[in-house]
């Protein structure tokens, strides 16, 4: 299995980044795990956007979810019709999301006409091309799913915690996963009450947790010091962590 970081940004893009986009390859499988702002243009860097065959998306929040737009008009009046249309994986309330945001402009069909749209629940275990997906809710501001993708022939196990605050529910879905690719928004814990993010230091204590054997941070900004992030969550990991770059290519 093969990983390209296109965008590892929080909810603002790092200057010349993008927001979160993971495409992960498995033999002849092509999916694009969350498209969010930026995510499209970096996509087109490294690899023709009529080549990716599923979509998914871990929650609709904008910086998860806004570059369907333009990756939907490309696909709609890009060169190369009559191709399959990749399918778009989405949980529950998504898809009502983009309806809305295309009806603003006068084409709320404009995602659904470029995509076999395709609704999970989070309980579900789906096959995507060469891959089997399953999902573990978290808790954020909105409904998001924790992803696992693993190829359907068996295999190294990739699981993406989305975004999400301090939770039981990914450390049990991300027992001994072989990366965990894991968000760390923050620099101080939330104050009292509900926590949508996770520091970098609950990252890697979340990744100790699960026995996690391999850990990268993403969701962070450029505004922030990414060596001390690392060192908080390394010292709370109990080992080495990676930092997630836009570009970088993980191996399993
Ligand atoms: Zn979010
Ligand atoms: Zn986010």
Known sequence: MRITILGKSPSWQDAGGACSGYLVQEDGTTVLLD???GVFAKLREVLDYR???????????ADHCLDLIPFAYA?????????EQPELLVPPGALELLRALGTLWGNPELVEGAFRITQ????????VGDLRARFAPVPHYIDANAVELTPTGGGPRFTFSADCGPNDALVDFARDTDLLLIEATLTEPAPD???GHLTAAEAGDHARR???RRVVLTHFSDELDAGAQ??????AFGGPVELARGGAVLEL
């Open 35 to 37: 498209c969010g702002n």
């Open 51 to 61: 080549e990716v065959g599923h979509v998914l998306l871990s929650h609709p929040h």
């Open 75 to 83: 696909l709609t009046y890009g060169p190369g019709g009559g191709r």
């Open 120 to 127: 999970y629940d989070p309980a579900d275990r789906l096959v």
């Open 193 to 195: 009450g509900f926590a």
């Open 210 to 212: 699960a026995g996690a």
């Open 230 to 235: 690392q060192e908080a969550a390394a010292q």
